[in-house]
């Protein structure tokens, strides 16, 4: 007698190998997503400290000091547009927040940390 099909034993290993591939799939898919998701970070808080670099250098500033998110947008360094990747919220809504600059060696460095998300 012949056979046309499938047995019920190719049918599960097949089930199970595609199960097995898309597992594998969507987990490599998520850590994609959350590299970028903490690149776009990385690059928000970036331009917010290379904003506050120009303005020391605009303004001579050649000590430590700090400087606000909105002093930033106000000279025009910063557009009211920008928004927070983890939060999709408008830099507006981070208008106090603080931007250090200091001074090292005779070198300026500008840093900004991201504040943390409330759950």
Do not use: H
């Not at 000279?75 to 920008?82: K, Q, T």
Request: aromatic share 6%; proline share 3%; net charge negative.
């Amino acid at each position: 007698m012949k056979s046309n099909g499938f047995t019920l034993v190719e049918l599960i290993i097949t089930i199970t190998l595609i199960a097995i591939i898309s597992v594998s799939i969507g987990v490599s898919i998520n850590g994609m997503l959350n590299r970028q998701e903490e690149k776009e970070a990385e690059n928000y808080a970036q331009k917010i400290a290379d904003a506050a670099c120009v303005y020391a250098e605009i303004n001579n500033i050649m000590e430590d000091s700090e400087v606000t998110i909105e002093t930033l947008i106000s000279a025009g360094l910063l557009s009211r547009e920008l928004t927070n990747p983890l939060t999709d919220l408008p830099i507006t809504n981070y208008n106090d927040n603080i931007v250090t600059i200091t001074w090292s060696n005779n070198k300026r460095t500008c840093n900004y940390t991201l504040p943390e998300i409330s759950q």
